[in-house]
Structures are given as structure tokens and as C-alpha cells.
Antibody, heavy 117, light 112 residues
């Protein structure tokens, strides 16, 4: 059973870049026809899909974040990464990575990122 | 963006009784490949969302058969035939026919 685990700094200063990693275990990140997504959830609020990367390396981003987001995969480390630049307090949220074919079927536990000086 | 609208936003249910949640999309979720890209998730307190239903009516692996999904086009429903205590949490519908994938606001289900 594939497992996903997010990691990264819990605190990021405004205007800096938020960088998170999702480590995949129990399966190869490059096998199968899967999309690997990042999704976030501000405290007490709903879910926002950030973007996804296919096993081929092609990416799709939420237009609302597209200018600030980069999603990549490191197959040698079996990891998925998220970079979100020029963060503000509005980017404070729990960030999840997920895997699926046309949706997010398997999720990590999430990691809380707070943007504050 | 496709807007997903759920009703009700909260629901209090007696154990053993049925529950129903509606989800309406601002555009049809029926794709030219004949699939309808509508999903249901449950987020239990302190946990990530878990997939319950995919493509309107298919239960995901391990999901109890008391959960069922129905609908077509722009109108969808999640039904729980007999609510159990472990079913508490927030239910979300989600569409993936168009970028960006979007979620409903969530329906909070609690036990009376």
C-alpha cells in the first residue's frame, strides 16, 4: 500500500518561498499512470487544489496560483516537491500531497505551514 | 472555475438513520469519454480527506456499502443508508473534469 508523507518548514516568512517535500513509500513515484497532486486547506476552511504532475513530468496548476507554483518529482529519491513563491499570510494552511488517476485517491497526513514574520 | 455547491452545510443525524447530501455543479461533469468526474470525500476530525465514491457511484476500496452515490450531469447525491458514529466529519464533493479541480464547501455531519 503506497504511503505519502509531507515534510518541510512549519514556518515561512512573508515574501519567501515555501518548499515542501512528499516522500512516497510502498511504491515507485515513476510507475503507473498516476497524477501526483498538492492540495491545501486553511484552518477551518475548505480544500483548494494547487496543482499536479504526471508520471511523464507534465504539470497542471491552479490558475489562481500558477505564477507562484512549481511542482516537480525527484525519481531518485521517490519524492514530490512543491515550491510556492512570494507567500503571504493567505498561504497559511495544511498542505497535502496525494496520488490518483483522475482524482486524489491516496493522501498524506498533511503538514501545517504558517506564514508569519 | 466550476463551482460546486453542497446542501445542507450541516447535518445532525440519529445513529441508524439515513442521511443525504446534495452537490450541484455549475457545469456538466459528463466528459466525452462517457465518464462523469464527480467524487465524494469524507474528512474525519484531524485526518486528511479519504475518498469514498469515484465517478458518481463507485465505492472506493474498503468503503462500506452503506455509502452510495448517484446523479448525473450537474446534480449529485451522496447517501448513507444507516449513519454510524464513525461517519462523523465533513463531506466534500469534488470535480476533476476541468482545471482547476474544485471542491464543494463541505457538509458537516454530526451525530445526535
Amino acid at each position: 500500500q503506497v504511503q505519502l508523507q509531507e515534510s518541510g518548514p512549519g514556518l515561512v516568512k512573508p515574501s519567501q518561498t515555501l518548499s515542501l517535500t512528499c516522500t512516497v513509500s510502498g511504491g515507485s513515484i515513476s510507475s503507473g499512470n498516476y497524477y501526483w497532486s498538492w492540495i491545501r486547506q486553511p484552518a477551518g476552511k475548505g480544500l483548494e487544489w494547487i496543482g499536479r504532475i504526471y508520471t511523464s513530468g507534465s504539470t497542471d496548476y491552479n490558475p489562481s496560483l500558477k505564477s507562484r507554483v512549481t511542482i516537480s518529482v525527484d525519481t531518485s529519491k521517490n519524492q514530490l516537491s512543491l515550491n510556492l513563491s512570494s507567500v503571504t499570510a493567505a498561504d497559511t494552511a495544511v498542505y497535502y500531497c496525494a496520488r490518483g488517476i483522475a482524482t486524489a485517491a491516496r493522501w498524506g497526513q498533511g503538514t501545517l505551514v504558517t506564514v508569519s514574520s | 472555475d466550476i463551482v460546486m455547491t453542497q446542501t445542507p452545510l450541516s447535518l445532525s443525524v440519529t445513529p441508524g438513520q439515513p442521511a443525504s447530501i446534495s452537490c450541484k455543479s455549475s457545469q456538466s461533469l459528463l466528459h466525452s469519454d462517457a465518464k462523469t468526474y464527480l467524487y465524494w470525500y469524507l474528512q474525519k476530525p484531524g485526518q486528511p480527506p479519504q475518498l469514498l465514491i469515484y465517478e458518481v457511484s463507485n465505492r472506493f476500496s474498503g468503503v462500506p456499502d452503506r455509502f452510495s452515490g448517484s446523479g448525473s450531469g450537474t446534480d449529485f447525491t451522496l447517501k448513507i443508508s444507516r449513519v454510524e458514529a464513525e461517519d462523523v466529519g465533513v463531506y466534500y464533493c469534488m470535480q476533476s473534469i476541468q482545471f482547476p479541480w474544485t471542491f464543494g464547501q463541505g457538509t458537516k455531519v454530526e451525530i445526535k
